[in-house]
């Protein structure tokens, strides 16, 4: 993040975000928070009240901000007054609003088929296939490097993802195979001066860089579009499939979570609401009260004499 010409305060939040090693976009997030609040206040935000704090939590709640968006807007509102300006007084007033608990948007095995099947190119049939074959998330898949690729033990290296965390997933054959046909199509001589463990899977535009969540996404709704699936779903919901499928057929749901990188149980375990293949096989009880009842069976015990 640049820090030329920008206010002092600004300069001093970066540096504190820096020295907590939060991320790119965590920082971007936080600095556009406070941006926002000093533009409904029309002033620095150093010079807030209690007042303010209040008010502009109440502005927020009567325009179109979803509940999640404005937790994060108060989320870097709070590093600044907690951290940056040392204003626990004010911190102290921001509150969260608890968030709507919504089921994942899951695609059915047929219309994953479909999806990959009307992938337009063979770049864009890997990177789907690898989001939904390995449950990656968007920015784990366009970050993928030659090094990550363990064809030996058969698994894909994640390096450092959401939470700073290392996983590993696997490597299936036909993703393996896909993968060396990738490869032998990739430009060649882009990055000939790389070392070769560390060249991009899928190298972007700009000169060092690989492509963009944005272009992966892009991808994934062509697709979509061409596979003729009607359902609002977003290129995430190959991760939520991948999980979702593995939960029905079988898998055990702590494996589940090592591969999707979960640090809790519950965060996996609600796959379970949206297994519609476990769920449709559950016997109602409706259904068991058409059953004829069964006569209670007599005892073959003879009775003793009185």
């Known amino acids: 993040m640049s820090t030329d010409t920008i206010s002092p305060l600004r300069q001093r939040m970066i540096e504190d975000m820096n020295a907590r090693k939060l991320g790119a976009a965590t920082q971007t997030g936080h600095i556009r928070s406070c941006k926002r609040f000093a533009a409904f206040l029309k002033r620095s935000p150093d010079t807030a009240t209690l007042e303010d704090i209040r008010r502009f939590q109440l502005h927020l709640a009567e325009t179109v901000v979803s ?90 290296r994640i390096e450092q993802s959401k939470g700073r965390k290392d996983r590993n997933v696997m490597l299936s054959a036909e993703t393996l195979d896909l993968l060396r046909q990738w490869w032998k199509a990739r430009r060649p001589g882009y990055d000939a001066t790389t070392p070769l463990q560390e060249r991009w899977l899928f190298p972007g535009r700009k000169p060092g860089k690989p492509i963009t969540t944005r272009q992966l996404s892009r991808l994934f ?86």
Do not use: W
Not at 88 to 114: C, F, G, N, W
Not at 296 to 303: D, H, M, V
């Open 67 to 156: 509940i999640c968006n404005r937790n994060r807007i108060m989320t870097g509102l709070r590093f600044l007054f907690r951290v940056t300006l040392r204003r626990l007084d004010l911190a102290a007033e921001i509150y969260h609003l608890r968030e709507p608990q919504k089921i994942p948007l899951v695609m059915s095995a047929d219309e994953t088929r479909r999806l990959l099947a009307v992938a337009t190119s063979l770049k864009a049939r890997i990177l789907l296939s690898l989001s939904y074959g390995c449950g990656l998330r968007a920015g784990e898949v366009v970050r993928l490097k030659v090094k990550h690729i363990d064809s030996a033990q058969k698994i894909i």
């Open 221 to 306: 709704h062509e697709a979509a579009d061409a596979a003729g699936i009607k359902k609002s779903v977003t290129l995430h919901a190959l991760r939520h499939s991948f999980a979702t499928h593995l939960l029905e057929r079988g898998t055990d749901i702590r494996i589940i979570q090592a591969l999707l990188g979960h640090d809790k149980l519950d965060t996996t375990a609600r796959y379970t609401r949206v297994a519609t293949g476990m769920i449709a096989g559950i016997e109602s009880p409706l259904d068991l009260l058409s059953l004829p009842r069964k006569k209670p069976r007599r005892s073959s015990k003879a009775q003793l004499p009185a």
